[in-house]
Every structure is written in C-alpha cells, then in structure tokens.
C-alpha cells in the first residue's frame, strides 16, 4: 500500500497553502494498492517535533477503502473525524513556532470499521485501531517558518 499527493514528494517540502500561513487545508491523497480485504482505512497527520511531544493534525477513521482519492481540502464521504491536538475535529496544517518539523500523513488499512466516538482523540483512535491494522503506508513532508528554517535532510 502506498500513500501519495501531487501537492509534495515524499521527504519534500509542503506548499505554503496547506499550512496555517497559506489557505490550512489538506493536500490531495491517493491511497494506492489498497490491500483487498481492507474494510476501511484510517488516516493520521501529525509532528512528532512539536516542543509539547507529538502534535497530531488530522485524524480520519471509517474511509470506505474503495476511495482513491481524499480531495484537498475534503473529508471522504461517509468518513469519521475525531479531535487533533488542537481541539478540532478537522485538518490543522502545519504551524511550527520556529525551525523545521517533519509531517507524516500516516495511512492504515483496517479489517474492520472502529467503533469509537466522533470526540475520540488520538489515543482512542490507536487503540481502537491496533488489533485491526493489515497494512499501513506513509508520506512525509516537511514545513519550517522562522529564522531556523533551514532543514537537514540527513536528520529524517
């Protein structure tokens, strides 16, 4: 299973509007080899280089694994959203105070649906998810503001 956006290549960084200093909606996804007996997918956005620990952005359950797509600035139809760390049952794109963080747009194929509450956080969200994961796929992209924004890539 691979997760890709035409907005940025994997290890690449991300275009200003999905970020808080741009427009802070999602890019486009493609979910693809999506494995066959998949019965739902769920997708995790977060910055494990938050000052507080890992920030998460965007948590998506229950999208119907035959989606190929998740359109920037949509949610799947159908799909669950819980709360990030901001509170929000939406995307948060990132917003670093300073320097450059690293975004993983975490993708999981799931035997089952979660039944979990539309207020679960990210804890709920990971255990609900961790007996039922069959596959998982990854994209990161990396986003800096302030005067440390120069990045080196040998620290991925």
Not at 111 to 140: F, G, T
Request: glycine share 8%; net charge negative.
């Amino acid at each position: 299973m691979k997760l890709t956006s035409t907005a940025f290549l994997n290890g690449e960084i991300i275009p200003i509007e999905y970020t808080c200093d741009g427009d802070d909606t999602n890019p486009l996804l493609t979910m693809i080899e999506v494995p066959p007996e998949a019965v739902s997918l769920a997708l995790i956005v977060d910055d494990p280089d938050a000052p507080e620990g890992t920030f998460t952005h965007w948590l998506v359950w229950n999208i119907d694994p035959i989606i190929e797509e998740i359109e920037e600035g949509e949610i799947p139809t159908g799909a669950e959203v819980g709360l990030n760390s901001a509170g929000m049952r939406s995307y948060t794109g990132p917003c670093p105070p300073s320097g450059q963080h690293r975004y993983f747009f975490k993708l999981y194929a799931l035997d089952s649906e979660l039944d979990v509450s539309i207020s679960a956080q990210r804890e709920e969200i990971d255990k609900a998810m961790e007996p039922h994961i069959i596959a998982r796929a990854e994209l990161l992209g990396i986003y800096g503001r302030g005067e440390e924004g120069e990045f080196n890539s040998e620290e991925v």
